[in-house]
């Protein structure tokens, strides 16, 4: 296992959520561009996350965010309770979906996608196929993917680029619901990189103590007071009971500047249990 | 439409996640068990939900959030965005799954259900069915009935009772990953019920003015100024573009209550958007 992970380090092996034409690949293809690296398709996300911890791969990338649909639960609880990873890097990537298949098709039964895609054009679906049944798949890639295959009456929801690579026909672009459809992806690793300069973030989640009234507000405190802006804050199931949570927070700024990282640590000092990301500098993309 | 709405209050129609053999259905038949009504099976959460907003039924009964999975975000989402409903009831319950075939299955090469319980039996999966494919329906009833319908190769993971209903065999119960796992259902009715005494919550949503770093931390001393006990916060996209939210307040007492409806009225003063579900009775079934 040790030499293993010596040379996948050597190889710099990337990976993410396949197969070919998922946009996952498409975003993974762009902000590496010019570096180094080769990539690995993973059928899933957690076992993309699992071959960083695992050291098969050197890092990662995957969705953590949509606009419209909100967090992706399964990165969010993997990185909390399964892994001991960093974030190094996000990149907020603009989604736009197709509706695609095979030329000659005329009657669309069913529709094949990702859940978060069939969910992000659910207006649309229910206006021009009402009557199609929806499939829900691992990628949009994979639904692409089956439509190329052969289901009778199939349409896939995907990007136009996974269109082209399997020789699908689109019918309608820009089918989302929301024009503000898009969602962050980040890059996962085993060491933190925590540049400095602008343009930086820092993620952590934590297990606040006590459930009186105020147990959030004091940590929401402990940022505002030294002029941390968070960006995001979101809870989720602590996986101990009903009613119980841990809380993901997102800053602007890195652990290099002082007043995030004093932040930082008396939030750490005031919980329960308290996991830092690490970090990590944005990339905004959209189109 | 005027007519008909009268005949379905006269009536009372209740109605739920079906197919037959849902949790959905379990808890409706527990919860209205000696009340006057008749249950209507909808296929999806949102055309329940829309069915009491529309006037078709007069409540409905579905799910908003798993101890595990955690909300239930097609729910969320269209309580804060396309309806204008009261909560009139919350129940919690217990959530246990079964592995459900056709007697004489050797090779189990499909396992099919809903998502969150797919999700919630992940580590029994990887361990015993590793190999096998994951495919996702609308509902653990609907799950069952495909396999009792004979897709070959498949299992269901559904409740005991759904399997008992359509014949099938469970070959493990209790197969989720963590014994806590409850769900909360709850009532929808176009008018709030808030009633007074002990065991009741109140829910609101809202959209915070500002996005400065203490703008949440304002809200929640409104609450804990007054002693209210927050049980849940949530944020959910604001669906305006990424980084902009909207939070759920679940918090105990009632409308009814003076500090509740003093702290609710203050919040609201302070909020750009601002929806009040109401408040209602806490029913907890866990077994």
Same mark, same amino acid.
């Given at each position: 296992m040790a030499i293993a992970c010596e040379q996948t380090a050597i190889e710099r092996l990337i990976g993410y959520? *396949?197969?070919? #034409?998922t946009y996952s690949e498409e975003v993974a293809l762009n902000i590496y561009r010019g570096e180094f690296g080769r990539f690995v398709p993973y059928n899933s996300i957690c076992a993309a996350i699992q071959g960083v911890e695992g050291g098969e791969i050197s890092e990662c990338l995957v969705p953590i965010? %949509?606009?419209?649909? *909100?967090?992706?639960n399964i990165t969010m609880d993997t990185l909390a309770h399964e892994v001991d990873l960093a974030i190094t890097r996000e990149i907020v990537w603009s989604i736009r979906h197709s509706l695609l298949l095979k +030329? *000659? $098709?005329? /009657?669309?039964k069913t529709i094949i996608s990702h859940p978060q895609a069939l969910a992000q054009c659910r207006q649309y679906l229910s206006r021009q196929y009402p009557n199609a049944e929806l499939k829900s798949v691992a990628s949009t890639a994979e639904a692409v993917y089956l439509v190329a295959s052969g289901v009778k009456g199939g349409a896939a929801i995907g990007s136009r680029r996974a269109g082209e690579i399997y020789s699908l026909t689109s019918?309608? /672009? /820009?089918?989302?619901? %929301? !024009?503000n459809n898009c969602t962050r992806f980040v890059a996962l690793s085993r $060491? !933190?990189?925590n540049p400095g300069g602008q343009n930086c973030k820092t993620s952590l989640v934590c297990k606040i103590q006590?459930? &009186?009234?105020g147990s959030l507000c004091d940590i929401l405190q402990e940022f505002a007071a030294r002029g941390v802006n968070l960006t995001r804050i979101e809870s989720r199931p602590a &996986?101990? #009971?009903?009613?119980m949570y841990i809380f993901f927070f997102d800053m602007e700024? +890195?652990?290099?500047?002082d007043h995030v990282k004093t932040a930082v640590n008396a939030v750490k000092a005031k919980c329960q249990w308290f996991k830092n990301f690490g970090s990590y500098s944005v990339y905004n993309r959209l189109s």
């Open positions: 959520l *396949g197969p070919q #034409g965010e %949509n606009s419209l649909e *909100g967090s992706v +030329s *000659g $098709t005329k /009657d669309v019918v309608d /672009d /820009d089918i989302q619901d %929301n !024009p $060491t !933190p990189v006590g459930d &009186r009234p &996986r101990a #009971g009903l009613g700024g +890195s652990m290099e500047d």
